[in-house]
């Protein structure tokens, strides 16, 4: 039922989505991005997805390497993880913010430990598996952002 | 009830048969104390009476030999025969004379008449009426003409025209033994009641038959008698003894007499008793004293019929005391016999109470013991219940804890999924994304796709895993302890990452034959215990599990430290306990631990322990817990 209800929803969207992708990005592809995610697979298949829409996609494997990028290149949108070793996303998100308060930060992540502290810190937060809709979802609230 | 009334009617039988047979007894006992008293009174009457009589022979006897001795007696008799009137006025008046001083003392000895009487049956000469002669006694004095006839002497009591009287009657002979006339002795009866009364002390009288005697032709001057009519006997009169004899007793006596003349059942006894004619005596009471009446016979000279009764009349204390102390006898025996027989029914009851009270107890003991059986058989099916109770209990706990480890493992699944379908999602989503933008090309998607099944072959390998984990071992196989730890730590892993949680393994190659899967959810279990507490710790802190493993000749020891800070002392002793729980509701359901320890001591042959340590890693002092699993090596002592 559940499995029928996100079918529907995902096909009804398609026509909408088809010509309004391109759009989206021409509109956000000059944005620099940074995203923080330790599991390389994951890593791997995010960071190829954002590359469909961002020119410039910088990734790092833990939130201290993360934050060390974020301190020497300006960037518009921060994508994380949140459980990673050494620095977790939570307290990179909060060093990141010191630093810009501007920043558009999005939140991905599977675990569920301190959900409303993210929730409060990350102006996007979704729950693994992310699905391309959320992506969609995403795209379209940073040209809100941005005003783009 | 009905028993206790049954023995009152036996007592109460018993009791009147007793008082009868005592009544009985006492009454033939007191029957032959009176009888003998009677007897005693009787025979008393009876010696008296004899001795007087025998007095009066002797005395008679005397006199009689004292006048035939008299020349001038024999003289004067011997003249009578065939002499003229003249003659014989002449020989009386001398006779008369002669004998008047011998008549004085005689008349003192009690004789009453002193008569002579010729061979032709004609009164000579009385000497106490010598005015009185020459009348005929024929007919009416046996006893002369028994001695004019036979010459022989008589004695005895006989019955006169006007008088009565002891009589001895003696024949006279002259020298020649020529029979010459009788001389006659009589005594009074008066004489004699006087003796018994001055001398023997015995109160009588005489009673003398009426028909033989003629009150109203009885008036004679010469003869002081005075009779009136019998008090006991209407066909009798009695010589009025107490009027004459004075005594200071007198009164009492005629009292007596009195009292016996208005006592119509006595009298009757007494005209019965006289009727027969036989010695009789018996008592009657009087002003609560008996008086003893005994009634002696007294035959005719002639027919030897009896004509009159000497009856006395004697107090008898001895009858008195005989009956005073039968009647005591009675009453003590009714008072003593009633006492032992309320004494026997008291005792009689008592049995009957206490049978009663011991029947009681009896039924009572039994009903207990019935009871007592009853509870030991609901005892024992309680405490069956108990045991199915329990092992309900023990299968839900089971359960829960089964049910528990497998919310544990959806959540380890959940966590450990979550990654890789994260990744397919995002493989997935660069498909879409190239469709979208008209990019598609297929070796990207190749590629894409790839990385997509290199995800669900590791989807695959975490049920396969987690399906083994649940699969229960019903049979023992050797097994390595280290490849269960890191089966264990595999499912695991996921969770560890998240939580920063390190492990730190100290693990000897130990081979042991046993139960692996209730051994890797033992570890899981207390693995899982430290990692609920290590998630609590500040960020900063470091979150250690140490693995350590290595035997010893027969025992393989699992010890398993985290650096949580220890239990609390208070509840270390309740750890193992179902349902103890320290934490919060979504982290555990407090029955881990007690399933460990029931898997470990119950299924695996094992002990378990668990202490607070203090130890130091890497120059660092940390606190935690330390549980001690140490099992069989079962290979070693199966050799």
Redesign the interface.
């Known amino acids: 039922m559940m499995v029928l209800v996100l079918r529907l929803s995902f096909q009804s969207k398609e026509f909408f ?2 010509k309004k ?2 759009e989206l ?1 021409d509109k956000v592809k000059e944005l620099n991005i940074l995203y923080c995610e330790d ?1 390389d ?2 890593r ?3 960071e ?2 954002l590359n ?2 961002f020119v410039s996609v910088d990734s790092a494997s833990d939130g201290k390497i993360g934050f060390d990028k974020f301190k020497e290149k300006k960037y518009h949108v921060v994508f994380t993880d949140i ?1 990673m ?1 050494n620095m ?1 996303g939570l307290d990179m998100l909060k060093s990141i913010s010191e630093i810009d308060k501007d920043i558009f930060t999005v939140t ?1 992540t ?2 569920e ?1 301190s959900e409303d502290e993210i929730k409060r810190i990350s102006d996007l937060y979704f729950r ?5 809709e959320n ?1 969609i979802t995403v795209m379209e609230k940073i040209v809100d952002k941005f005003n783009l | 009830m009905e028993k206790r009334s049954k023995i009152i009617i036996l007592l109460t039988i018993l009791f009147i048969m007793t008082m009868v047979f005592i009544y009985l007894f006492t009454s033939l006992n007191m029957r032959q104390r009176i009888e003998s008293a009677l007897d005693s009174h009787l025979y008393k009457l009876q010696v008296n009476y004899e001795l007087l009589l025998h007095q009066q022979k002797v005395t008679a006897n005397a006199a009689y030999q004292s006048t035939t001795n008299k020349k001038y007696v024999i003289d004067i008799l011997s003249k009578t025969k065939g002499a003229s009137k003249k003659k014989l006025d002449y020989l009386r008046k001398e006779l008369y004379n002669k004998l008047k001083p011998k008549y004085k003392i005689l008349y003192g000895k009690g004789v009453l008449q002193y008569t002579f009487t010729l061979p032709n049956n004609k009164v000579f000469l009385r000497m106490h009426k010598p005015s009185k002669y020459g009348d005929s006694i024929d007919g009416y004095r046996y006893s002369f003409e028994y001695v004019n006839k036979t010459h022989k002497p008589i004695s005895g009591f006989e019955q006169g025209k006007t008088a009565h009287g002891f009589r001895n009657v003696f024949p006279i002979f002259d020298k020649k033994h020529n029979y010459i006339g009788t001389m006659d002795i009589s005594f009074s009866s008066d004489f004699l009641l006087g003796y018994l009364i001055n001398v023997s002390k015995i109160y009588s009288h005489f009673l003398i038959k009426k028909t033989v005697f003629n009150i109203k032709s009885w008036k004679r001057d010469d003869v002081d008698l005075n009779y009136i009519p019998s008090y006991e006997n209407k066909d009798y009169v009695m010589s009025d003894t107490y009027h004459k004899h004075k005594h200071k007793q007198q009164y009492k006596y005629k009292h007596l007499l009195n009292n016996i003349k208005n006592f119509e059942p006595l009298k009757e006894k007494i005209y019965k008793n006289m009727k027969i004619g036989k010695k009789f005596s018996l008592y009657h009471q009087y002003n609560d004293k008996s008086v003893v009446i005994s009634f002696y016979p007294i035959k005719n000279i002639k027919d030897k019929k009896v004509v009159a009764w000497i009856v006395s009349y004697d107090h008898d204390d001895f009858i008195d005391l005989t009956l005073k102390m039968s009647h005591n006898v009675r009453i003590l025996a009714f008072f003593i016999f009633s006492m032992l027989f309320y004494f026997i029914y008291r005792v009689l009851n008592q049995k009957e109470i206490l049978d009663g009270l011991v029947e009681k107890q009896t039924k009572k003991l039994m009903e207990s013991e019935q009871n007592l059986k009853l509870l030991n058989e609901n005892l024992e099916l309680t405490i069956e219940k108990e045991v199915l109770k329990n092992q309900e209990k023990d299968r839900l706990l089971y359960q829960q804890s089964k049910m528990a480890a497998m919310g544990e493992m959806i959540g380890n699944i959940a966590h450990q999924w979550r990654q890789p379908i994260a990744i397919i999602s995002m493989w997935a989503n660069n498909i879409i994304v190239d469709i979208d933008m008209e990019e598609v090309d297929n070796d990207n998607l190749k590629k894409y796709a790839m990385k997509i099944n290199e995800q669900t072959l590791h989807l695959s390998q975490t049920i396969d895993d987690f399906r083994n984990f649940f699969l229960p071992n019903k049979e023992k196989t050797s097994f390595i302890l280290k490849n269960s730890v890191d089966k264990t730590m595999s499912l695991l892993s996921a969770s560890f990452k998240t939580h920063n949680i390190e492990v730190i393994e100290n693990i000897e190659m130990v081979e042991i034959f046993s139960l692996e899967n209730e051994f890797t959810q033992s570890i899981l279990n207390i693995i899982k215990n430290a990692k609920d507490i290590l998630v609590t710790l500040p960020k900063s802190s470091r979150r250690l599990i140490f693995i350590n493993i290595y035997k010893n000749d027969l025992y393989v020891n699992i010890d398993i430290i985290d650096n949580g800070g220890g239990i609390s002392e208070k509840i270390i002793d309740k750890v193992f306990e179902p349902y103890y729980t320290t934490k919060h509701q979504s982290q555990g359901t407090g029955i881990g631990l007690y399933m460990t320890e029931t898997i470990i001591t119950k299924h695996l042959g094992g002990n378990i322990y668990v202490e607070n340590v203090n130890y130091d890693y890497e120059d660092v002092n940390y606190k935690g817990a330390k549980f001690m699993i140490t099992l069989p090596l079962i290979k070693e002592l199966n050799d």
């Open positions: 989505v088809d992708i391109k990005k599991e697979d994951m791997l298949g995010t190829l997805f469909k829409f459980m070793p977790d991905l599977a675990s430990v693994k598996p992310i699905t391309y992506m």
